[in-house]
């Protein structure tokens, strides 16, 4: 049996873990992602990972809501055209009946095809879409890089982590004297996310501080309680600030990276696992957050509302 997060039993979620590029094997593909989709299935959940399609429109995300999922963990890898409008309604109608997302991005402007996902896009700050103007460079250690890319450590180090009290769900775990996971893995350049003021339903999970500036930037926003265009509740989300605190090479560097990584890793990771297992609580506590909604969909399909069968959505793949 899955283990349980402070009392909670799981539901099985059906879970889509997926790039926003096609299969280039020197980039951020989705076997870059393996460990984090090993830790979902041992979690008890049904995990389908897979790159886009080559296509303008890709054949699973374009017809999300028609397909028999319940959560989208995106990894938004891409330079700025990682969604097609297709797939960016596709993924709006997923939340119109109650799917939960994920989204990760990274510096700059890597990831910033979300800005289509509405309010969700909204949550992200990229260089040239949805701009933070109160933004500036805080990596300054690759000058290819340009804002937001807040350095929060090394890769294959831990990064320390602050909250509002209470904690956010997401950050609850029973295996600290805190009672809230305290460091996540850490990146020299992570993006930019924010809970807009006018959006009543979201709340920033957690922050991080920078190890160049020392300045607090979000490492996670989530959206509950929002209400889509046609009145209806949508699904939940949770926006990061960086793929990487899910990518296998920030969880063991040992993994590998593609080759346009330069940063020199760190071993504090491989040193001392113990944090990282404690890390995976949040992994484990947003797929069951997420999935809160998924009761919305299993009513659906029991008023008639049929889904595609699993096994058409991973053909797609």
Known sequence: MPPAVLGHAYAMANILLQTTIVDIPDDWNVRRFSLLADELARAGHEVTARNRDEATDDSVLSVLNTLDYDQLWLMAVDTGHGLSPGDAAGIMRFR???????????????????????????LNHFHNQNPDPRARRDDQDNPNISWPNYHSGANGEYQPVTADEPAHELLRTDRNPSGR?????????????????????????????????????????????????????????????????????????????????????????????SRLEVFKDYVRNIARWLGARAEHNTNARENGDVRAPRSAARAAG
Not at 99 to 111: C, E, F, I, P
């Open 96 to 122: 119109e009946r109650g799917g939960g997302v994920l989204t990760a991005r990274d510096h700059q402007d890597l990831g910033s095809c979300l800005v289509c996902l509405g309010s969700i896009g909204q």
């Open 181 to 273: 996971i305290e460091w996540f893995p850490a990146h020299p350049h992570e993006g930019a996310v924010s809970a807009p003021p006018e959006y009543d339903f979201a709340q920033v999970v957690a922050r991080g501080r920078s190890t160049v500036s020392g300045c607090t930037f979000n490492l996670a926003v989530a959206l509950d309680g929002e209400t889509m265009a046609d009145g209806g509740p949508a699904g939940r989300a949770v926006a990061c600030s960086t793929f990487h605190h899910f990518a296998d090479m920030n969880w063991d560097i040992d993994a590998g990276a593609p080759s346009f990584v330069t940063e020199p890793p760190s071993d504090e990771m491989k040193r001392d696992p």
